[in-house]
């Protein structure tokens, strides 16, 4: 497996505030609307959505340590295993620290079209999570 991880982020707010917005899908409903994800559905724990010719694909959270770790894969319609990891660690009040770990099975040709874009991607992708909890 692949395994990247993004910088660590600060977010001024309480762990358990985090978590509980992070932990829930239904609390990414506008998101999901402004990036413009087809058929968007969600629940607590999973949600579902068309992107680039996969209807239907969706995450599922397996794991969940309060306040401080979410775990998340693929369902049945990606076409390749991963894992997200999402941890909190809160340093002080109105500090906490965040890393995003990304675990993936990709084929070779995978690994040449995305691997180097992973590290990118991810880094942006706890500074947008960071931005949007910080204001």
Sequence with gaps: MTTVESKIVSIKR????????????????????????????????????????????GLKIIEKEPHKTIKFTGNEKIPFEFYVWIQ??????????????????????????????LKTGVDSLADQIARAFNG
């Design 88 to 117: 909190l660690k809160q340093v002080a009040p109105y500090d906490t620290r965040m890393k995003i770990t990304i675990k993936a099975k990709l084929n070779m040709m995978m690994k040449m079209l995305v691997g180097s874009k």
């Design 14 to 57: 309480l762990d358990e505030d985090i978590y509980k917005i992070l932990s829930d899908f239904q609390n990414f409903s506008a998101y999901a609307q402004q990036a413009n994800l087809a058929n968007w559905q969600a629940g607590d724990d999973w949600c579902s959505f068309d992107v680039q010719g996969i209807k239907g694909a």
